[in-house]
Each structure stands twice: as C-alpha cells, then as structure tokens.
Nanobody, 123 residues
Framework: VQLQASGGGSVQAGGSLRLSCRDS????????VGWFRQAPGKEREFVAG????????TYKDSVKGRFTISRDNAKNMVYLQMNNLKSEDTAVYYC?????????????????WGQGTLVTVSS
C-alpha cells in the first residue's frame, strides 16, 4: 500500500464525511492528487482532483457543489470533504497521486494508489 485513505463510514443521506489521504512512503507535495470511487459492479471513476499547490481543482459533475478537495502540503495530506451525501455516493473511495503536478481527471496519469475506504450512504 502506497497511499493511505481513511475517514469512510456509514451515514444517512444528507450527512457529511471527510476523507483523508497521505502517502506513507514519500511526499506527494509535488504531485497532483485525485480521489476516485468504485461502486459494486461498476468501474472505478474519477471524483475530484487537485494540483500540487491546491491552485486548481476539478470535479465530477455529480459531486460539484457537494464535495471539496483540499490539501495541506505541510502535513503531506489531501482531504475530500463530502456534504449532502446521496445513496449514489456509496462506494469504496481511493486516493491516488499523479505523475504530473497539474490537476487531471485522467486515470492513466495516476501511478500511486491507496487501499480505499468504504463510504455507505443510506436513504
């Protein structure tokens, strides 16, 4: 395991969770970082990404206005604040660091992955 994601859990629809991600082996302060998710029976999809300095972010359309990605390079941490959660947000969430400093939604750019954390939203 290269990146460690944490903070998942079970919440009611409309609730909030904050996911955290850190690279346990090296700093990713010079890398773009993204959050992905994979629901049962579905492919892993991009959720949110952030550039190396936090200056640029991008989101999947369905989470815009509800999720916020941020980073604290001093702590080598990246976060995903998820508000107003919906049942369709239920998935295993993964963080990953990219081989570019820029923000990107392209999964092929992400080379280091975490083990995932489960988010379950009940309606």
């Amino acid at each position: 395991v290269q990146l460690q994601a944490s903070g998942g859990g079970s919440v009611q629809a409309g609730g909030s969770l904050r996911l955290s991600c850190r690279d346990s082996r090296r700093t990713f302060t010079n890398n773009g970082v993204g959050w992905f998710r994979q629901a049962p029976g579905k492919e892993r999809e991009f959720v949110a990404g952030i550039s190396w300095n936090g200056g640029s972010t991008t989101y999947k359309d369905s989470v815009k206005g509800r999720f916020t990605i941020s980073r604290d390079n001093a702590k080598n941490m990246v976060y995903l604040q998820m508000n107003n959660l919906k049942s369709e947000d239920t998935a295993v969430y993964y963080c990953a660091s990219a081989r570019t400093a820029a923000v990107t939604s392209q999964k092929t750019y992400y080379t280091r992955w975490g083990q995932g954390t489960l988010v379950t939203v009940s309606s």
